[in-house]
């Protein structure tokens, strides 16, 4: 347990997907909480009012953009630690407005990390990063075998990639957060700022917003459940390990906890080898468990796409001592469960079942 002083903690991006279930969890166990969120991203005014329901006394929403400089720096200096996760979440608009991704990736972090440099205290601040920091592994001369793409390498099959792999930014998402990243990692070296960086898989759950352009697992769900279809980029056979957001919360909040002996560190965070799924075997699942057709249609590739990505998680689980990620089917099947909730659509009892 994490100790309760009466300062709040500060997540940025907080009324976001992952943001909110932060926000949940550290509310459950009684500290005051800033949400600091500029709500761009449509629909998480939802999160934001979720939370306040639950939580009116503990939860204080700051509706603010990370470029102001001076707003962030004013909530920043009341902080006890800081989730940092607002951000442009997506490679494609990224690539249709490269200097907005800039502002708000690089120059916010910039922001908030000059503001606790100039604050003077060491508060701590784990940052949301990105398995997009490697690029798209080309190099790792994928092969098909059976659904989905994997590498020919028997170790890197086993374990994921670690971090030990060499940094290779693509795209412009991929350079402002790669960036971001490196910064948070230098404030720790340079400044003495108790700063570690989480390079996140794709993770998914309950309160994700999902669209075509970030937050695909929800995305696909949602599309499902509207009897719309869903469109693969590529040929669908990308395999990713996707990670349900109650391990990603459990992983920020040991972060914070064990701050003094990872500060300066990345670490990937991820399904992991055992919650690897193409994008085809998903979707079949999710006809299976919502019981019905599902129209895929497909389209060219997008940039930067990894055909495989698997984190190897050994080190953020020996470092933060973390339990097994929830099973793929399981995660999958809570988060459809929550969407039908969500519209009123009656559950079927093989995917309550699923969910448990
Ligand atoms: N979800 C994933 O699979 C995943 C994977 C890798 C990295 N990440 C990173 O994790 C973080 C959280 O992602 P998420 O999935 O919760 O996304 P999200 O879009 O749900 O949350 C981001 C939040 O930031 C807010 N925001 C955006 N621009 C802002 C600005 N200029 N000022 C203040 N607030 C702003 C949005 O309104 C939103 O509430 C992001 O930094 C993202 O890059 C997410």
Redesign the pocket.
Known sequence: MIPADRRPVLI?????????NIADRLAREGHDILI??????PG?EA?LDWLKERYSDQITPII?????EEELSRAAREAKAVF??????AVTTSLTDPRDDF???LR?TLNLLDALRLHGRPTPVIF?????VYGDLADLDFRLEGQGYAPPDEAVAAHGISEARPLDFHTP?GCS?GAADQYVLDYARSYGLPAAVL??????GVR??GTED??WVAHFLIRALEDEPITLYGDGHQVRDILDVSNAVDAYLRAWQRIGHISGHAFNLGGGPANAVSLRELVTYMAELLGRQIDVRFDDWRAGDQRWFVADTRAIRRALDLSPAVPWRQGVARLAEWLCECRSLRTRPELVEAAQ
Do not use: P, W
């Not at 600091?36 to 991203?41: E, H």
């Open positions: 940025t991006g907080g009324a976001g997907f992952i943001g909110c600091y969120d500029a709500l761009s991203r998480v999160n603010a953009d990370i470029r102001d940092h996760m607002a951000a442009q979440v502002e708000i990736n916010g949301a990063s990105t398995n997009k998402y957060k390079r996140m898989s794709c993770i998914y994700q917003m970030q937050g």
